[in-house]
């Protein structure tokens, strides 16, 4: 049989776009537009949390990935039926049809979250392990350049008031078609199994990644709030106290925050194949704290608001690097289960940036966006002290450099379903 061809990293740039389109439908093209169309506030909080909700639960379906068709097929087939949902979404006029547009807004979040499922398991399967860090530097690089350009074409669009069909026309464009580059993945054909071996085989492959010393130390780190860079999320809410005009605010928040979060992504996907993977993920943590300690203690003035905000990006994309190959090294070589793996462990990171960023929002009141800042950098300084100490302890950090491919210990209950897949391929 043929030896697989790997992909040249690079390609999960395009592979990447769709997941960014519709992730920044909810968290920049949503608000928006309900707010032209009147929606108060708290409304638009309730429906971005309702449109978060997939990203916490994907991991429950994203099993539907690993079976049937190769998941270069699933992840074009889940692309096209996401970019339905979401033009049908961009269609339904607010406020008469509000129900209509979250219901078509929510079904894109929950289809398109596959596409992540699709990458991680195309990622773990047709990578090496020296290739696995600039492979996930490109796919974050594709996640938010996709997200950046379809929020910014969109929020323009709405705001010429281009016909919504077009709009909706648009922003499926922008996930269908990069989505096409994944059929150019040579991925190993999968072995011909009945449904029943299929979910035993996963649960069993789950089982010895989610109760492995590897497998639990990486979930805590997932859950931890290193490096989940929370506050990117807000920091377009956080403009006021800086007196940072409108023009600032959308530069160093909007284009200005993707290139430079893409370029922190891919310096970081680089120096994941050459150090340590969770060390490097720590260190994350630990800058994102630097960063948020100086923003804090510096005068609310907008160079202030500039600096800070534009090396938070630049961090934030070193951590979300270090966050997917930390993920795909855990996970290791497996092919069956690798989507619905990859999904546990993304679902946990959503998790701890979710409550991250409750936690820091709770500080505003009291006391003022320092406190925000601040509380995003206890959290950060907290957790790499305590899994630093736990890792070492643990032995759970592994070796300094990469230098071959590692070699997880499984049990031998479960070591011949690894031999079945290594042959298939």
Known sequence: MCAVKRPPPWLFVLTGMPYGVVGSFAGQVMPYVAERAGTKLDAIGWWGALL?????????????????????HWLVLVSVLGAACLAASCMMPLPAHAGAFLACAVAAQVISGLVGSCNGGLMAVTMTDEQRGKASGWYNMGNLSGGGLSATAAIAMVGFEVEPWLIGLALAAMMVVPSLAALWI??????????????????????????????LTGIALCMSPVGTAALVNYFSGMSAPYQASPGTVALVTGLGNVGLTALGAFVGGYLCDRYNRRVLYLVSGALTAVCAVAMALSPRVELTYVLGVTTYALITGFCYSAFTSTVLETIGKSDRAASTKYSLFVAAGNFAI??????????????????????????????????????????????????AEPTAELPTAVAHIHDHDQESS
């Open 186 to 215: 040579d991925e190993p054909a999968r072995p011909v199994m009945s449904l029943g071996e299929v979910v035993r085989q996963t649960l069993a492959d789950v089982r010895v990644v989610m109760f492995s010393r590897e497998g």
């Open 52 to 72: 978060q909700l997939p990203t916490l639960l994907v991991f429950l379906y994203a099993p539907i990935v690993d079976i049937g068709p190769r998941r270069k």
């Open 354 to 403: 979710l409550y991250v960023g409750l936690i820091d929002t709770r500080f505003e009141s009291g006391h003022g966006v320092e406190g925000v800042i601040a509380s995003d950098a206890a959290l950060n300084i907290a957790g790499v002290i305590i899994l630093a100490i736990a890792f070492w302890r643990l032995g759970a950090f592994g070796k300094w450099r990469h230098t």
